[in-house]
């Protein structure tokens, strides 16, 4: 039941989206000083640019033609040398985007194609299962230009790689802070995946066999068939092609768990690390917004004539969008505390507004949407009125939130397509939140996952995967990079000879979204 409980909880949150780095050399654990007197700086330099064509911006075709570029062996391999071979560091920014990663590793021969046991550090589940749509690769390794069918969201990565075989085993290492979303410090279950046909549909199911009660449960997506988009189906029914063993074990009782894992049965599978930075700490992007009381009504109408207007399509256009837009809402609040003696009117907030844009022509219509011009003029007629009246305190919320690419979000029929919106990521208002981080904390929880990263190193660690969690809003985004190179730390001690590389699609590109986000002054 505790599983199960899990995994449902993955479908019905899946459900309503459809709606709506230096080596510390002389220290063995965590350093007992404050955290932030640690020298991290250095671990970022020689780290080397994974060049990865960014996929999520555009729809189907254009997706497939861009996947289909070679993209060769991860990173820039050095020349050959004796020893174990180094250990590639992938810093990703969306959890899905680590396919990518394994799947070419499955393909390069890195890893197998089947068998692996994924010890994972995170927040959430991420359990809910894919949907299966006309040409998605089933049951098998795909290719450079049909892993495109696998990135449907966030959620299901984790069902993606075990329906293609690459994971037979799930090690789930969950935060203490977060045990009141569990049952107990410790359980085991076997997950079984497969395809299942009602009527003229056939959906992926998924069936969990709980070691506990003993009891199995089995489902399947459909908003059609169920109002709450989850029906459960019998055994008999759901076409089982992969089964996986599935633990969930506390974050302080991991390393006792996986010590006693490798006496038992010694370290011959090979093993993926992914570790996303939420499992430190689970904040809300939008928290400024909340606290200056604009409401989510302003922000999807933002989001609305936003996405309509500016279509940038890679990390580096988003950027430019990003602190354009942050310009000039910037701009906006300079003007209005400036003209409060004057009483200065909406009339004359918007005309500042509308001129801003046309100064700015040159600038922002190279990454406009594919909209006729009286379109375009009206959306940017539309986002500046909303824009202009707000209050200054709301638009310093706003310009400290800042705009990106939104997070994938799973769709139905169609491969899903990112537009630019606020940044708020998926945790905007939402009633989940982590403890405050402070050192004491932070240093605790780092302690923990080292212990755990010391006994997986027995294990022959092939890829590790490094989610940063800031585009769906939840990582603390003043600490982004400070955390980040923390972890490296941890993972350069005990895994010794690593190469880090850094996905082309991170929000900020490898310098993080607060640092390229300096030109906004509250």
Known sequence: MKACAMIQLGFLLVCAGLFGTTFIHYIHTVPTSKVGSIDANSVSKNLKRRDVPNNFHRRQSDVTRIQGKPRGVPGERS??????????????????????????????????????????????????????????????????????????????????????????????????????????????????????????????????????????????????????????????????????????????????????????????????????????????????????????????????????????????????????????????????????????????????????FRDQLEIWTPYACAVTVEQRALFVSWFVRSVTALRSSQLAALGETGFCLSPVRQSLRELPEKKFTVCTGDSFMASSRSPALGVTGLRSRLRNFQEAVSEASNFPVRLVTLNRSVRDGYTNRSMEIHIEKLVLNILLRELSDIKVYYDTALLGGKEGFRKNRQLFKH
């Open 79 to 356: 020349e050959s040398q004796s020893g174990p071979r180094p250990v590639n560091i992938t810093v990703v920014d969306e959890r899905q985007r680590v396919l990518l990663y394994w799947m070419e590793a499955a393909r390069t021969g890195s890893l197998p194609v089947s068998g692996v046991t994924l010890i994972r550090f995170d927040k959430h589940s991420d359990l809910a299962v894919p949907n299966l749509m006309k040409n998605y690769p089933l049951y098998k390794t795909p290719t450079v230009s049909s892993i495109t069918y696998l990135l449907q969201s966030n959620r299901q990565y984790l069902m993606a790689a075990v329906l293609a075989g690459l994971i037979g085993e799930i090690i789930w290492v969950w935060p203490k802070w977060d045990h009141v979303t569990h049952f107990a410090d410790y359980s085991l279950s076997m997950m079984q995946a497969g395809t299942v046909t009602k009527g003229k549909g056939r959906n992926f199911c998924l069936c969990m066999f709980d070691s506990d009660s003993s009891e199995n449960t089995c489902f399947y997506n459909s908003v059609v068939d169920s109002g709450s988009g989850v029906v459960h189906i019998d055994l008999m029914d759901c076409d089982v092609r992969r089964t996986v063993k599935y633990v969930e074990v506390r974050e302080d009782k991991a390393a006792g768990y996986l010590r006693r894992r490798h006496q038992r049965n010694g370290g011959r599978t090979a093993t993926i690390l992914d570790f996303d930075v939420d499992f430190l700490n689970y904040v809300d992007a939008g928290a400024a917004l909340t606290r200056a009381n604009v409401g989510s009504d302003v922000v999807l109408d933002m989001d609305s004539n936003l996405s309509r207007l500016l279509c940038p399509l890679s990390g580096e256009q988003e950027t430019k969008m990003d602190k354009l837009i942050s310009e000039f809402i910037n701009n906006v609040k300079n003007y209005k505390l400036k003209q409060q003696k004057t009483k200065s009117n909406f009339s004359d907030m918007y005309k500042y507004g509308m001129r801003f």
